[in-house]
């Protein structure tokens, strides 16, 4: 098994190591210490060498942070984890802070008269800090770079990952490394800099067609890069990460030294260089700086290539999600065989579902930890089941399944959200409304430049119209055998990436109800140019959504009048298309099934 299901949350240990904390601040001067979920490369998954808010505080989301003050310490989440916070920290010594509605520097200024607040300059953006900085202007509060308060209490911290590199096959890339480097590079010589630093781990990946271990679930190296405007690479890592072999693969131009000389390079480096102010470590910036090198602010010049995927990235996605698709139906069709029988629980459906994965002997890792939450534990957005909270699948609940895998040839994530028996008309109306927002998103067209805050509100439409709504984001990036959440591009109300032909994203809206049940229905899909249609402006250029995703909705939870013609026309086309694909695939059992699964609705 891939996953395992120890708890990994211990809100005991939370008030104990909070008290040495405050005690080695107190020595120091400090009134507060900022303690992120991010490591040094800003990754959403970390190492466990890394994981420092989930060690000091019991919260194991995957995003959030912790100010710790003499009299408080808060714990700031965003609304996927407002029911998970409450059970993995120790609220007689943490506070949750709905994160962003309050920002972290007016939650200081509000709790801290006067004092010294000490933050890890390796573990922040420049941008963070400089938000930070102005929330606290004028009061008696002071920001202060120092060493890691929390290394220095962690008597058992992990080593650091030492996994070893591995080359992607250029057959899944569509582009030489080599390739790529000419062209970041000629992307620096226009900008007039003489080089730029790659912090981001998928982005050193994407650039050398390069894969690893370091972080759990996402097959990445954890290192830092320079790449100079002639296209030469330094890669700062371990000689153990990157065998002869590959030294071989990767060429001449691209030298592996140690992480040691990472900060002598870039006191050593003519300027201007490129530093990415929303990624990349505070760090790097101040060393440059302190070497009077010119820096140039400007975004990691990877991220845009890397998101818009080759035609052969695009076809390797393809093959994964049949593939993929094809093990979630007989996955469904088990689940439908066993769910009525009872017995079943929480950890029984993932063990199953990551067997009919590893059955298709292509599986390489989890592209995370499966959600799968029974009856309220759907409502838990990122619910992982433990020993300690596993659930027995009842008859007349809903049931929440999201999951993925990384294949070589691609990164597949869907959600579906099942009845075991039959459920009520609540839920069932509940669930048509985020199934017509996810049908309005795969229906999208819309002009060229429009971002993902634009298409945003198509997938909100209908549970709105029903004073409904879900606090998370409509869709994130995915990485082609990468990151499974993957920048710039998302659906969100706050993103403002213009949405390229190439982009792979998640398409799932929900609806969650604490203590009762949630829904949440995901496709994964790619922006393709959309064909002019008659009577269109012909100057006009539109895009649309291709849906790669390939499993069946659960038609027992469609409210079909709730629908419009044009609503049940794409669940039956959409259908069709699952059924052409996989039913060459499948086993009998499971070929029949899938016939009545995907029968006109």
Excluded at 106 to 113: E, V, Y
Excluded at 184 to 190: D, G, M, N, P, Y
Excluded at 481 to 510: A, D, K, Y
Aim: aromatic share 6%; with cysteine.
């Amino acid at each position: 098994m891939f996953q395992s299901f120890d708890s990994q949350a211990k809100p005991a240990q939370g008030a104990p190591r909070l008290v040495r904390l405050r005690a080695e601040l107190a020595k120091a001067g400090l009134s507060g210490f900022i303690v992120p979920r991010a490591d040094a490369h800003q990754g959403e998954y970390v190492p466990p060498r890394d994981a420092r808010l989930s060690w000091l505080t019991g919260f194991t989301g995957s995003a959030g942070l912790a100010v710790v003050l003499p009299d408080l310490a808060g714990v700031f989440i965003d609304g996927r984890y407002r029911v998970q916070v409450k059970a993995e920290v120790d609220l007689a010594v943490y506070t949750p802070v709905p994160w962003p509605e309050t920002r972290p520097g007016d939650w200081i200024r509000a709790n801290l008269n006067a004092g010294k607040v000490g933050f890890d300059p390796w573990l922040h953006t420049a941008d963070e800090i400089a938000v930070l900085e102005k929330a606290i202007e004028g009061s008696g509060v002071t920001l202060c770079e120092t060493d890691n308060f929390i290394d220095a209490i962690w008597p058992d911290q992990p080593a650091p990952p030492l996994s070893p590199a591995f080359a992607q096959p250029e057959e899944f890339c569509g582009q030489t490394a080599a390739a790529k480097r000419d062209e970041i590079a000629a992307i620096l010589r226009t900008a007039g800099q003489r080089a730029t630093v790659v912090t981001l781990p998928d982005s050193l990946c994407w650039l050398v067609n390069i894969r690893g271990a370091d972080v759990p679930r996402n097959p990445v190296v954890n290192a830092f890069a320079l790449l100079h405007d002639d296209a030469r690479l330094e890669i700062f890592a371990p000689d153990v990460k990157f065998g002869d072999d590959l030294r071989a693969i990767l060429g001449p131009q691209v030298t592996i030294r140690p992480p040691q000389d990472f900060l002598t390079a870039l006191h050593n480096l003519p300027g201007p260089v490129r530093v990415d102010r929303a990624s990349a470590p505070l760090a790097v910036s101040r060393a440059l700086e302190a070497a009077q090198v010119a820096v140039a602010w400007g975004e990691d010049p990877c991220r845009l290539p890397k998101a818009r995927k080759t035609g052969a990235e695009i076809a390797a996605s393809r093959a994964a999600h049949l593939r993929d698709g094809a093990a979630m139906v007989e996955f469904l069709c088990w689940l439908d065989r066993e769910a009525p029988n009872g017995g079943l629980t929480e950890i029984a459906v993932v063990e199953a579902l990551e067997g009919f994965r590893r059955a298709t002997n292509r599986l390489h890792d989890l592209s995370f930890d499966t959600i799968c939450g029974a009856g309220p534990h759907g409502a838990v957005i990122h619910y992982r089941v433990t020993w300690d909270t596993d659930r027995p699948v009842r008859a007349g609940e809903l049931l929440l399944i999201d999951s993925g895998g990384q294949y070589v040839d691609g990164t597949t994530d869907i959600t579906r959200t099942v009845a075991v028996g039959a459920v009520g008309q609540e839920e069932a109306e509940c669930y048509t409304r985020v199934l017509q927002g996810m049908i309005a998103i795969s229906r999208a067209r819309w002009p060229k430049g429009l971002a993902g805050r634009d298409l945003d509100p198509l997938a909100r439409a209908a549970l709105w119209m029903a004073g409904q709504d879900y606090d998370h984001g409509t869709g994130h990036g995915v990485g082609a055998f990468l990151s499974v959440h993957e920048g710039p591009q998302r659906l969100s109300r706050l993103s403002e990436v213009p949405l390229e032909p190439g982009m792979i994203l998640s398409n799932e809206p929900g609806y969650y109800r604490e203590g009762a049940f949630g829904i949440r229905i995901e496709n994964l899909v790619v922006v393709e140019p959309a064909p002019p249609l008659p009577g269109g402006d012909a100057q006009r250029n539109h895009l649309r959504f291709e849906t790669l995703t390939l499993a069946p909705l659960d038609r027992r939870l469609i409210v079909t009048t709730m629908l419009s013609p044009g609503e049940r026309d794409w669940i039956d086309r959409y259908h069709g298309d699952v059924r052409a694909a996989l039913l060459p695939h499948l086993s009998a059992e499971a070929a029949e099934w899938l016939g009545r699964a995907t029968a006109p609705v």
